[in-house]
């Protein structure tokens, strides 16, 4: 069983930076494409950003485009770590966000139905 941890969530000004890390609970994780996602209150989970297995590939929805970063760690032992920097906050950023773990693809990423497991998710809320 493959267990997701986020953290690096907090309040912060509108315009401020957070960077969110999930780590995985086991060193094999080079095969899973990984995703952040997040939920507001009252609307549905919605896709924020998502890197191939390689790293080489990265997606972002287009209302954080330019102001979120998504990488990962694949380095030689390392444990596939994957981390959302996120700049430039706005309220409307507010929400619970997800990890998730997506067992050997690299298309259709930014569809829940991809992934396999989620993290508990990290509470990230900017105050305007």
């Known amino acids: 069983q493959v267990q997701l941890v986020e953290s690096g969530g907090g309040l912060v000004q509108a315009g401020g930076s957070l960077r969110l890390i999930c780590e995985p609970s086991?060193?094999?994780?080079?095969?899973?494409?990984m995703g952040w996602f997040r939920q507001a209150p009252g609307n549905e989970r919605e896709f924020v950003a998502a890197?191939?297995?390689?790293?080489?590939?990265?997606?972002?929805?287009d209302s954080v485009k330019g102001r979120f970063t998504i990488f990962r760690d694949n380095a030689k032992n390392a444990k596939n770590t994957v981390y959302l920097q996120m700049n430039s906050l706005k309220p409307e950023d507010t929400a619970v966000y997800y990890c998730?773990?997506?067992?050997?693809?690299?298309?259709?990423?930014?569809?829940?139905?991809?992934?396999?497991?989620w993290g508990q998710g990290t509470q990230v809320t900017v105050s305007s």
């Open positions: 998730a773990a997506a067992n050997s693809v690299d298309y259709g990423l930014e569809q829940l139905q991809r992934y396999d497991y």
């Open positions: 890197i191939s297995r390689s790293g080489i590939s990265t997606y972002y929805a």
């Open positions: 086991r060193r094999t994780f080079s095969n899973y494409a």
